[in-house]
């Protein structure tokens, strides 16, 4: 295993595209457009504030985080804006040794702690509850296209301020 110690993260607009499609194929496979997140956020583009790759100690792409902005529409249709984590891509034969660990971490230093929006992903609850993730306000929320509720989860410091019931879709002005 190697020291992720010696990761270093570095904007993400600062990569090739194609090397970031090409990482995110080996990932989650050539068909990862065909899921309910990419419905989610259709339409916009990733925050590069807030999106970063991560370099191995030979200066490798081995993993990618992108924040896009998206919104909870509730029954009422008001738009509550929160920003969808994801994908959270490292290499396969890179995993475990802490990258997503690394840029899960840069993406929340970067969040702007006088406005810290909520945050959105379909993931692992046992891997993303060490963040702060929890399905717990999200069972009232559906998306366009089928997912796994008990995947869905948030994180917020105030969850009394998430709708109990809402559509998660894209932000778009």
């Known amino acids: 295993m190697n020291n992720v110690a010696t990761a270093t993260l570095i904007p ?23 899921r309910t997140a990419y419905k ?21 792409l081995v993993g990618t985080i992108q924040i896009w902005p998206v919104a909870l529409t509730d029954a009422d249709g ?6 969808m984590v994801g994908p959270v891509a490292v290499l396969p034969e890179r995993q475990s040794e802490g990258f997503g660990h690394a840029l899960m971490a840069g993406m ?8 810290p929006l909520p945050q959105v ?32 989860l948030v994180c917020t410091a105030n969850p009394a301020v998430l709708p109990s019931e809402g559509t998660l879709g894209p932000w778009i002005g």
């Open 78 to 83: 008001r738009r509550h804006p929160l920003l």
């Open 108 to 115: 929340a230093a970067a969040l702007d702690p006088k406005a």
């Open 12 to 34: 993400l607009a600062q990569v090739e595209p194609a090397m970031i499609e090409e990482l995110l194929d080996r990932a989650f496979g050539p068909d990862r457009h065909d």
């Open 121 to 152: 992903l379909i993931g692992d609850p046992e891997y993303y509850g060490r963040f702060g993730f929890t399905a717990a306000p999200t069972g009232g929320w559906s998306m366009p296209g089928p997912f796994e509720q008990h995947r869905l």
């Open 40 to 60: 989610v956020r259709e339409g916009t583009d990733w925050l590069p504030a807030l999106s970063f790759a991560a370099l191995d100690e030979d200066d490798m």
